[in-house]
């Protein structure tokens, strides 16, 4: 009788042994026999001899991961927290920095397409609690002497020259960062200061004389972008973006343009007079979250 309950008992502790060990994100630890994971959900039989009435049902998307009898891991969802598992407590002993903790809502880029215009432009984004929007600014500084075809609605001016622009941007996130490669919807208004000659025509009898005139313009631009986002580490990321939108002219900028249009216009074509231009942008932008 003896040798019975021997057997008996090693045979209890190598079942105990030989069971599936489910951990679950909120810290819980449940011993058993997996019997079935779908899409949604995973049902683990507890009593190895009441199969129908043990078995117990917990939704997929709880479970942190699932060590099998014969060793293998499979993994469900991210730990929200670091955490270490004990076999003398079957719940989660939080560690104190928590991923939470160190969760980035702030991104700072550089546009490097824009060192090709010799721009440094910057850019500073801060995402709301959800990750599904972010709203920013930007700036950027112009070391080029005479503004260029990337400037072609300032170009056609006299002596024209890019200074500075400000902009003031918001992007939607629909994926919210849940993968390694985002895209974005949004708006990007957008100040570009510039300085030129303005040119006058003085006539005096049949002759006329060219004044120039030093002048300053502005564009204000309103743009709606589409972007995507990819995370490299989880401290630095690449971020795309290119919009299309316009701007009305104004002031001297307005009126300096149409006379530079209109100079080798033909004589029997009607007078042009321009008020609303098409602007676009296009970024490529290396960037460090934190």
């Known amino acids: 009788m003896a040798n019975y309950f021997l057997i008996l008992f090693f045979l209890l502790v190598g079942f105990n ?5 489910i951990y679950f994100l909120d810290g819980k630890r449940v011993e058993g026999h997996v019997e079935e994971i779908g899409p949604e959900d995973v049902i683990i039989r507890i009593n190895p001899y009441e199969p129908g009435e043990s078995n117990l049902k917990f939704p997929v998307s709880d479970i ?8 293998k891991f499979e993994l469900f969802n991210a730990a929200t ?7 003398q407590d079957q719940h989660q002993q939080r560690i104190v920095k928590s991923t939470e903790a160190v969760t980035y809502y702030n991104m700072t880029y550089l546009n490097t397409l824009a060192l090709c215009n010799s721009d440094i432009s910057l850019f500073y984004e801060r995402l709301n609690p959800t990750k599904k929007i972010g709203i920013g600014v930007m700036t950027a ?7 260029g075809v990337q400037n072609i609605n300032i170009a056609i001016l006299n002596d024209p020259k890019k200074n500075y622009d400000l902009g003031a941007f918001c992007n939607f996130y629909p994926a919210h960062f849940r993968r390694k490669t985002t895209t974005s919807f949004g708006v990007l208004m957008k100040y570009m200061n510039f300085s030129f000659s303005s040119v006058t025509e003085e006539k005096s009898g049949t002759s ?4 120039y005139t030093p ?4 564009q ?4 709606f972008t589409f972007g995507t986002h ?4 989880k401290d630095f990321f690449i971020k795309t973006s290119v919009g299309l939108g316009g701007f009305t002219l104004r002031g001297t900028y307005k009126q300096q343009y149409n006379y530079i249009l209109n100079q080798n216009r033909a004589a029997n074509t009607p007078e042009i007079n321009s008020s609303f231009l098409l602007k676009a942008y296009l970024s490529f932008n290396v960037g460090y979250n934190f």
């Open 17 to 21: 042994k030989a069971q599936d060990r």
């Open 64 to 71: 942190l991961l699932i060590e099998y009898k014969n060793g």
């Open 81 to 87: 927290k670091n955490s270490i598992f004990t076999p």
């Open 141 to 147: 500084y112009n070391f080029n002497k005479y503004a």
């Open 208 to 211: 006329s004389t060219l004044v």
């Open 215 to 218: 002048a300053n313009g502005y």
């Open 220 to 223: 204000m631009a309103t743009m």
């Open 230 to 233: 990819t995370n490299i580490t």
